[in-house]
């Protein structure tokens, strides 16, 4: 398998059900913070992501969010989520990965890498060993770097759709 696929793709964060994750033996979560649980630069969660959240805890799946940006960036948002996070992730290298894999208290293949992006969520969590699930970005962003990485991700993403929906959705 590629390190770019991604096990299992959604719409949106809000489109994955505890069952969803207990199914697959997963009791705990690495969640990307941009584009993922709030519109890109934003402290103010995504509509229904704080709702998701407060699911997942009733449900006993740990969750903390890790991201590239600045502490600045993510404590608010971390914040009105009650969220545990790291900042400065430097995903996609596995030292976020091992540290929440630490965190949580259980093995790297029940936990989910949750994120927007191939090059870093999908990626660092594939050489991690977990569980990945790519999330469609909430808005695509206006940034040179973010378009670029976007562009060469749209051909690997469509063939994963595709060979997704000849599989029935896997």
């Known amino acids: ?92 290298l596995p030292f976020i ?3 929440a894999r630490k965190t949580f208290g259980v093995p790297r293949k029940k936990i989910a890498v949750i994120g927007d992006q191939l090059f870093t969520d999908i990626v660092g969590g594939h050489l991690a060993g977990m569980m990945t699930i790519l999330v469609e970005p909430f808005e695509m962003e206006t940034g040179m770097l973010a378009l670029f990485k976007r562009k060469l991700e749209a051909p690997l993403i469509r063939r994963y759709r595709k060979h997704q929906t000849r599989n029935g959705g896997r």
């Open 1 to 92: 398998m590629s390190i770019f696929k991604p096990d299992l793709m959604v719409h949106s964060i809000m489109d994955i059900q505890p069952s969803d994750l207990q199914d697959r033996g997963i009791q705990a979560m690495i969640l990307d913070a941009d584009n993922t649980l709030s519109v890109h630069g934003s402290a103010i969660p995504y509509n229904g992501v704080p709702d998701w959240i407060q699911t997942m805890k009733a449900a006993n799946i740990s969750m903390l969010i890790a991201s590239n940006n600045t502490q600045q960036r993510i404590h608010p948002l971390a914040q009105n989520l009650g969220l545990e996070y790291r900042y400065m992730s430097l995903k996609p």
């Open 97 to 99: 990965f091992c540290s």
